[in-house]
């Protein structure tokens, strides 16, 4: 199911991470030839990208929610 992106953080490997407005999380890295996105790289890439849709597979599932409403939980615990 396609979402769109609505903010950015970054994990405890310091990856970016997107924030979709489903309330999941998905890594977008930079990390050529596998993944090219070289948007994620600065801050005016990812602000341009903010809006843009992703595939989210974690809908697709029906997986719970990474996070709700600014609050984000990660492997059940607040962050």
């Known amino acids: 199911m396609q979402q769109p992106i609505c903010g950015y953080h970054r994990d405890e490997e310091d ?3 997107a924030e979709l407005t489903c309330g999941h999380n998905q890594h977008v ?3 050529p030839p596998w993944q090219n996105r070289p948007w994620v ?4 890439g990812r602000d341009s990208m903010l809006g843009h ?3 989210c597979k974690k809908c ?3 997986a719970p929610r990474d996070w709700f409403d600014g609050a984000r939980i990660e492997e059940g615990k607040d962050q």
């Open 29 to 31: 890295r930079h990390d």
């Open 41 to 44: 790289t600065s801050r005016a």
């Open 15 to 17: 990856h970016w991470v």
């Open 60 to 62: 697709d599932e029906g």
């Open 53 to 55: 849709l992703l595939n």
